[in-house]
């Protein structure tokens, strides 16, 4: 060791002053004033290898004779492997001429060039950062180091907790207190900030609730050859992953209620998240009247989605029996159900789902003479007359019930068991919605519908159908047709009636002028009409 | 009108756009259908398999043009759709459902006996499109080795175990918490038109004793249910309660002609006995196909009648009856799902094709169909929209190649209106459905298993050890 050693190297001013890049200030009071955290540590290195620079430069030769002697002094003192070589004459030389010159005795290793200062959340080098900026970072990095150790000693508390395992320090058993875990969440929460400013990292809601602790999120694992990958944000990703787990584990409880609230909320097309969902309020035997009532709010979220419904019906299956035992509830129920319909209804229409779930309700529940479930219809039908839909359920709910229809029936087969009042009766109305919108082709395939379930002969409308029809075949331009689906029922009738000309006349009518989009199947028809 | 140009498909230009979704992650728009990946890289696959012909035309300098997807690259994808099987049989629906392997034993060590309870869900959708993606993947050189690695007997058990008393088929099969198993998904024509293509795919004519042998699922009680799913204006719906719908039509008349289609050499429209014998009013079913056309009118040429909402913007109706029967309005024809409602593309297909699996395809008329298709459903960086002026998407994209291609379009390679792949394609399933039997009758299960195993490895590495070799394999 050097009799007199320094410390730390001290930056000399008139050294300096042959380092015109790296030192803003020539000044021999005032110390150099790095403009960056780099530039501070190129500072240092130069500092503690005095003449370096210059002589990487210049080389050794080109320095003045004093610097010549100073860099050398400096190389050898901080040297020992050459310096205990040099006679102990030279040697002494050798601390004089350091002392002197206040020569460095130890210099910073490796140079600044290659080093990395790592990059910021917005990829610029953290080496470029101003002094005050850099210390900032490093305090909000020691914090985060230091929420990271409560962390984990959080987790070990809460893990000695699970496995009833005592304190090692007191020897108490371990207890977490909801306080505790409130305040992990908020620590979590600032780690999450702190992660995200310092290096641009997300993290997950699952990953920073400590109720989720427990839970080893499984990733997917696939291959590099895929099919049809989707970009999916990266909450829905961590989502699925917790879903995986806990469905390896069969877990069913509250907080997997939760996870699938979550990703249905994300991806209502699931199918197995809505059955994952229903065997967890199966198994935790939850009111099914509380799962319905939240689903009504994801469906009024969802109009287009049809696992909803699907859920909807395993879980009124699951009511019903209860249900049916008292008539009340029953009637209560059924009014509800009716009630979020038509609302559901008057945002969609036409909904293929809803409709397929109302005709099922109307069947389990027994409801199809309800005049409520009638009425409902027709008011949708009011509303517009073109609703197929709402034609459809019609039809189902007259002639489906089971107090004045045959079992087993297929729709268009004809049905003794209805009576004669009730086909009349739909035979008015679909009569009187034709007359307002004539081309409107429901209640038309309603009323033809109607005549063959009740065994009513096509031509015991023939005088209705036939006034929307005037001067069929005449040349002179008095031809007027204000329904092609009245003229397509007239060429029934009259093929029913056995006038096959005319029946030929009207399919032909049709395929020529009338509905020409169609002149294939028309012209098909009157094949068939020739051949019968 | 015939003066006028017809408009031509821009193949090159539609193979850039399945060349995008077949390369790149599709957007977060399709999170909807994570739970379907299986469904569309069927879409994906079968549309690029549609537009390339199997036999490479030179190009003008000599040269053959390199396939879109190469042998190696087709090898990989078929490991991802074999790595969706499902232990009980089946396929997964998605890459997100398949768990690691230790996920699937559940066993009870008291008894000694695994729960049978499997993780995951093998969906009926993603076995069909599975199965048609292992088809439309398979190698060139060896087509009948494309069913090698699929559990022929475990998934025709587990289709039968999907079938519910009244005959319809669910989609999955899943252990409710004191509830046992549950069929899941809706009473849906789909899922029973699903059900016949994979039994028509995968059974084969096996007589009971033989070995391969699995017991059929009810295909009287499946017949019944969708032949009294007819509704009383002659369409077809999703159950005997419901509003008729085109895809459940299609999906009607698929499913009964399957039941009785010949193993070989078959076609979208053989006689079939329980199709023609079981629909209980035809002229009914007919009458509501033809009208399912629909006179596509330039928004704006009946100012009067324009509704802004986004159902009705194809949805304008005339004045008059007279004024449709102008010449120039006969330009497009689309085609709806129900009545009243506006057209969509994929109707172009499920209307379309119904016609042509009941050979009736002659009483449409193609030319307006088909104008209607490239000039108002097809999208400038190709594909298909849903609307006119909508964007592509897949599932439209490809049923829009696929009407067309049944219509016999000029550059697009033949399809088969039941199974909706390429006729190719469907003369391959049949040598690989009898190269599976072959498989089972030689070597029991034992010997299939072992066989598969090597079969897998041979598929990954596309290459014979020299033992297996040397010993005659």
């Known amino acids: 060791m050097p009799p007199k050693s320094k410390a730390a190297p001290k930056p000399k001013g008139a050294d300096s002053s042959k380092q015109p890049t790296l030192t803003p200030s020539t000044s021999n009071t005032t110390p150099a004033v790095p403009a960056t955290v780099a530039a501070r540590s190129q500072l240092r290195y130069d500092d503690s290898r005095p003449h370096d620079a210059a002589r990487l430069k210049a080389g050794l030769t080109g320095l003045p004779r004093d610097e010549q002697a100073a860099w050398i002094s400096a190389r050898f003192a901080r040297t020992p492997a050459a310096r205990t070589r040099l006679p102990p004459k030279a040697q002494r030389e050798l601390w004089r001429q350091v002392n002197e010159a206040s020569l460095p005795v130890r210099a910073l290793r490796g140079g600044t060039k290659g080093s990395s200062w790592g990059r910021d959340r917005n990829g610029l080098d953290v080496g470029g950062y101003s002094v005050e900026r850099f210390d900032e970072r490093e305090a909000r990095r020691a914090r985060l180091t230091c929420l990271e150790v409560a962390s984990r000693g959080f987790r070990e508390r809460r893990e000695r907790e699970r496995k009833g395992l005592r304190d090692p320090a007191t020897g108490e058993a371990v207890f977490v207190s909801e306080g505790e875990v409130d305040a992990e969440r908020v620590r979590r929460g600032e780690m999450a900030d702190l992660r995200r400013e310092l290096y641009g990292t997300v993290q997950g809601s699952f990953a920073l609730d400590p109720e989720w602790d427990d839970v080893i999120p499984i990733p997917q694992d696939e291959p590099e050859a895929a099919l049809a990958a989707i970009a999916y944000p990266a909450d829905y990703d961590e989502a699925i992953s917790y879903l995986r787990a806990v469905m390896l584990k069969k877990e069913y409880s509250q907080r997997c209620l939760r996870l699938t609230e979550t990703i249905i909320e994300m991806n209502p097309a699931h199918y197995t998240v809505w059955l994952y969902r229903a065997s967890n309020v199966f198994a935790l035997k939850l009111p099914i009247a509380d799962e319905l009532e939240w689903l009504n709010q994801v469906a009024f979220a969802n109009l287009k989605n049809y696992q909803i419904w699907h859920h909807r019906h395993l879980l009124v299956d699951n009511l019903y029996p209860a249900l049916a035992e008292k008539p009340d509830e029953l009637a209560r129920f059924a009014a509800a159900e009716r009630d979020f319909l038509t609302q559901i209804l008057v945002q969609d229409t036409k909904n293929y789902h809803v409709w397929s779930y109302r005709s099922y309700l109307v069947g389990k529940l027994g409801v199809w003479g309800s005049p409520e479930e009638l009425k409902s219809i027709e008011g949708l039908i009011d509303d517009d007359v073109r609703n197929n839909s709402a034609w459809s359920h019609r039809f189902f709910l007259v002639f489906s019930d089971p107090a004045h229809t045959t079992p087993g029936l297929v729709a268009t087969e004809p049905d003794p068991a209805v009576p004669q009042d009730i086909t009349s009766r739909e035979v008015e109305y679909a009569k009187e919605k034709i007359s307002l919108a004539p081309q409107n082709q429901s209640p038309w395939n309603y009323l033809k519908g109607v005549l063959v379930k009740g065994r009513q002969k096509l031509s015991s409308v023939e005088e209705f159908t036939g006034g929307f029809v005037k001067g069929l075949g005449n040349k002179d331009g008095s031809e007027d047709v204000q329904s092609t689906h009245a003229l397509d029922l007239l060429a029934e009738i009259y093929a029913e009636k056995g006038d096959k000309e005319k029946a030929d006349l009207c399919l032909r009518r049709l395929g020529e002028k009338w509905d020409r989009i169609r002149v294939g199947y028309w012209e098909w028809r009157r094949k068939c009409l020739e051949e019968a | ?473």
């Open chain 2, 1 to 473: 009108m015939a003066d006028e140009v017809e408009p031509s498909l821009d193949i090159p230009r539609h193979l850039k756009y399945w060349k995008m979704c077949l390369r790149s992650p599709l957007p977060s728009l399709y999170q909807s259908n994570e739970g379907n990946r299986m469904a569309l890289a069927y879409f994906i696959i079968n549309s690029i398999t549609i537009l390339t012909p199997f036999q490479p035309v030179p190009r003008a300098d000599g040269t053959i043009p390199t396939p879109l997807i190469a042998p190696g690259e087709r090898r990989q994808l078929r490991e991802w759709v074999l790595s969706h099987r499902h232990p009980s049989g089946g396929f997964s629906g998605t890459s997100s459902l398949v768990f690691p392997l230790h996920g699937y034993e559940e066993w009870d060590f008291e008894t000694g006996t695994s729960s049978r309870e499997h993780l995951g869900l093998a969906n009926i959708t993603a076995t069909l499109f599975a199965l048609q993606l292992l088809v439309l993947l398979s190698d060139d050189e060896t087509p009948e080795a494309a069913f090698r690695g699929v559990d022929r007997v475990q998934t025709l058990r587990w289709l039968s175990r999907l079938q519910r008393e009244d005959g319809s088929f669910g989609e999955v099969l899943k252990m409710l918490p004191d509830h046992g198993w549950f069929i899941g998904g809706g009473y849906d024509m789909r899922y029973c038109y699903i059900a016949a293509s994979i039994r028509w795919i995968l059974r084969g004519d096996v007589n009971e004793g033989e070995p391969g042998w699995v017991e059929d699922f009810d295909t009287g009680a499946l017949a019944q249910y969708i032949i009294s799913s007819q509704t009383y204006d002659g369409g077809f719906a999703g159950s005997s309660k419901e509003e008729p719908h085109a895809g459940y039509a299609y999906c009607a008349i698929g499913a009964l002609s399957l039941l009785d289609r010949p193993l070989e050499d078959s076609s979208a429209s053989h006689p079939s006995k329980i199709l023609n014998s079981g629909i209980r009013n035809m002229p009914g079913l007919i009458h509501w196909l033809a009208s399912r056309q629909f006179n596509y009118l330039e928004p704006g040429q009946h100012d009067d009648d324009y509704d802004s909402d986004e159902d009705e913007v194809n949805f304008v109706l005339p004045r008059s009856l007279a004024d449709l029967s102008l010449e120039k309005n006969q330009r497009y024809i689309g085609y709806n799902g129900r009545c009243n409602k506006v057209a969509d593309t994929c109707y172009s297909w499920w209307v379309g094709a119904a016609l042509a699996n009941l050979g009736r395809e002659g009483l449409v008329e193609h030319a307006p169909a088909r104008r209607f298709l490239l000039e108002k459903m097809q999208h400038r960086i190709g594909g298909f929209g849903k609307k006119p002026g909508n964007p592509p998407d897949l599932y439209h994209a490809c049923f829009g190649l696929c009407i067309l291609a049944v219509m016999g379009e000029e550059g697009l390679n033949q399809l088969d209106s039941a199974l909706a792949l390429p006729v190719e394609m469907v003369r391959r399933i049949e040598k690989a459905r009898t190269a599976l039997l072959s498989r089972e009758g030689e070597n029991g299960t034992a010997g299939r298993l072992a066989k598969d195993i090597v079969g897998i490895g041979l598929g990954l590495r596309d290459e014979k050890p020299g033992w297996l070799t040397a010993a005659g394999g």
